[in-house]
């Protein structure tokens, strides 16, 4: 597809259905639409730019993959059993697909979409993060209480390091050097010396951690507590918790505010917190640690991944088997898409 | 010893050697064999708790204490509880406990006391003068009363882990008692709540006579009224339907069951109240109008069920499994949670103290995550867990309530029970 090409799409995927609730009649917003179309490219607006955007369907045992061009699932793959935690490899040639119920990591090829091989993960794999030099693999096993550290290219395990109770969510600093593993039922975010394999420091948060995500530049890893409701921000140098961030929203039950995926743009001032079934997502001045914004996404909104630019930030929408697409630049959601059963996790590529 | 005790014991050492491996914490090998032991020769316990604990960790005794009492056998094989009821559920919190106590030098142990309630008074007695402050309970309401009176001077907390009277959460309410276990009260509200959910608003109550039984009427009439259903017809089963074993047996039944529930008025489901299951499960497929049955059987209300999959709860379940070699009961379940309660509190007052550990478990702060989705926590009105609480067929999990639209100021979970407004305690009311 041609740039100009790219960019008619999207004008059309994107804002004629914005301009249809608008204005009521399709015929007239389809018209209205178009008009805009021309007014844009007049204007010289850059279109989105195409990126593959991959997304793990719970129940139905696939994958999505989404053009983040046309905003449509462009193909499903079918994968291993119960696929939940989803990334690339540094290279972006490989598809790392937790597939829990096979109690494997499945590798895909990203180009040819094939099955490479599997990964030795240890029992019932959830999520994983990649070390940023590329090669070591840290999974945690939700239901042995360890994460498992394995060689992407040997396909072997190098560690096992014990945790606390149900560990789910992994963060690893910019420079590698310190992992952070949340444990669901003990209420911690584990310390981990990367270098060592062994806890360094154990911080405890609000229940059911969820996820752990260092800022870009490495000085702060906000942790997500599913039922305690809350965000801590933690110092990684000093494990002091420097902010604990609460969410309200009116006509939403303080309980059904979870929050679980959380993201962190790359030039550091936004962050956003998927809330679970309070089906919204909170956007966070990370200079204030204030809420700026709820943004409705989907039902029981769990992870989260932005696009290589920035721009774009997709949600996986648990229980509606949806994705929303927020515009982050305008704090706006753009639309949903319609994926597979139970959609768990993302992650878009650079391609 | 039969060969389901041993299987469960091995799971316990696996366990341990499992934790060990990964914490090489040397205390935890005795207080294990500890648990392990107590299964076999609970005499021992006491002596062989002093002797392990290294004096650097915090210790937290926590006794089990279950009423041995003369119950008639369920009507079906499949309702057999297992050996280690309740046990089982306590030993996976205390290894949780203990998985989060490492990291905070804190070690959590377990004895198991079953015994005749006499017995079980007196035993337990005997270990709160020993120091030890957290009793979690399985008993009927008279030993419930009886122990909660006796300690009543001491620096005990009380869970009551067994018994659903509502009578334990009012006008009997202690003040060293919290209750795991639902009422009776949360229990009808929530199926009150479907079924008006569900429009099936005119009810047929069928009620066993004993007075458990008739408690649970009790509870079906107030939900009845709370949430706009009505019962259009009620029976008492007096109903002798003989011991439950025999040759044949299913020819008579087929023949009194329709004629038990002949004369109706037009009524949408049948609400069985018969807790120990001596007839309610004779009801299903044999009454005389073709209608669903719910309440004590058919669709019931419970605080866990072994094939619950939501929230995480799959992880939990395969914990219990490989631990147990069985499935999770509802009381395997209401032991975890209070054994839970005691370590969460532990962890979060950073403190083995008994004191700190009561303060922060009744406090506003103190929040469980318990594999139901939500928050738990105790009502300060009566020391009633809140939670939401399952609708299920034996198989499956059919509904969760509260149920949409049914609201409340504060928190939906106290759609279910006896609510601060109405609530008749007065030993909560004046701490």
Known sequence: MRPHQQCFAWLRAVIAPHLSAHLGAPGKSRAFAWALTFAVLGAGVSPLKAYTVYVTNEKDNTVSIIDSSKLEVVKTIKVGQRPRGITLSKDQKWLLICTSDDNTVQVWDTETLTFVKTLPSGPDPELFILHPAGNRLYIANEDDNIITVVDVAESTVLAEIAVGVEPEGLGISPDGGLLV???????????IDTATHTIIDNVLVDSRPRVAEFTPDGSQVWV?????????????????????????????????????????????????????????????????????????????????????DDKLLFTTNGTSNDVSVIDVEKLRVLRSIRVGRYPWGVVVAGH | MPLRRNAARNAVLDGTLRTLRASGAHGLICSCL?????????????????????????????????????????????????????????????????????????????????????????????????????????????????????????????????????????????????????????????????LVWKRWRRWFLVAGADADDQAFADAVRRGAKRFGAKIVQERTFTLDPGNRRADGGHEQIQEQIPAFTQNVPDYDVLVVADEAGQFGDYLPYRS????????????????????????????????????????????????????????????????????????????????????KGRKLSYRSWNGQLRQPILLATPKLTVTVSPQPGFLHPTSELDTLGSDKPESLCKAYASP
Not at chain 1, 258 to 263: D, S
Not at chain 2, 72 to 80: I, W, Y
Not at chain 2, 321 to 331: E, H, I, Q, S, T
Request: glycine residues 4%; charged residues 20%; neutral net charge.
């Open chain 1, 181 to 191: 593993a949340t444990s669901e039922t003990t209420n911690m975010a584990h310390f």
């Open chain 2, 34 to 194: 500890l648990i392990a032991t107590q299964l076999a020769f609970p005499a021992m316990a006491a002596s062989q708790q002093s002797a392990s604990q290294p004096a650097a960790r915090q210790q937290v005794a926590i006794v089990l204490a279950r009423e041995r009492r003369e119950l008639p056998p369920p009507l079906s094989l499949l309702d057999l509880p297992a050996a280690d009821d309740a046990v089982a559920g306590a030993q996976l919190a205390i290894n949780d406990n203990n998985t989060t106590g490492r990291f905070l030098k804190q070690e959590f142990s377990l004895e198991v006391i079953q015994a005749v309630a006499d017995d079980l008074l007196r035993d337990v007695d005997a270990r709160v003068r020993q120091g030890v402050s957290f009793i979690v309970l399985d008993a009927s309401p008279p030993t419930v009363l009886a122990l909660a009176d006796r300690l009543k001077d001491r620096n005990v907390l009380i869970l009551n882990a067994g018994a659903n009277a509502d009578q334990l959460r009012d006008e009997g309410c202690r003040r060293n008692v919290v209750h795991t276990a639902p009422s009776r009260g949360m229990l009808a509200d929530a199926l009150a709540q479907y």
């Open chain 2, 288 to 371: 005389w109008d073709a209608r669903p049955v719910a309440g004590t059987q058919g669709l019931v209300a419970t605080s866990w069920h072994p094939a619950l999959e939501q929230w995480g709860a799959t992880q939990f379940q395969n914990r219990f499994l490989r631990l147990a070699n069985r499935p999770m009961r509802a009381l395997d379940y209401n032991v975890w949670v209070a054994v839970r309660s005691i370590g969460e509190a532990a962890t979060r007052a950073r403190s083995a103290t008994a004191n700190d550990i009561i303060a922060y478990l009744r406090s506003e702060e103190f929040e469980l995550a318990a594999f």
């Open chain 1, 224 to 308: 997500s507590a599913e039922i305690g409701g809350k965000v801590s921000v933690i110092d990684p140098k000093s494990r002091k918790i420097l902010a604990k961030i609460a969410f309200e929203i009116p006509g939403v039950t303080a309980d059904a505010i979870q929050p679980v995926g959380v993201r962190i743009s790359r030039n550091g001032k936004l962050a956003f917190v998927a809330l679970g079934p309070a089906n919204r997502v909170a956007v966070i001045d990370t200079a204030t640690f204030k809420v700026e914004k709820y943004l409705l996404v989907g039902q029981r909104v769990w992870q989260l991944a932005f696009t290589p």
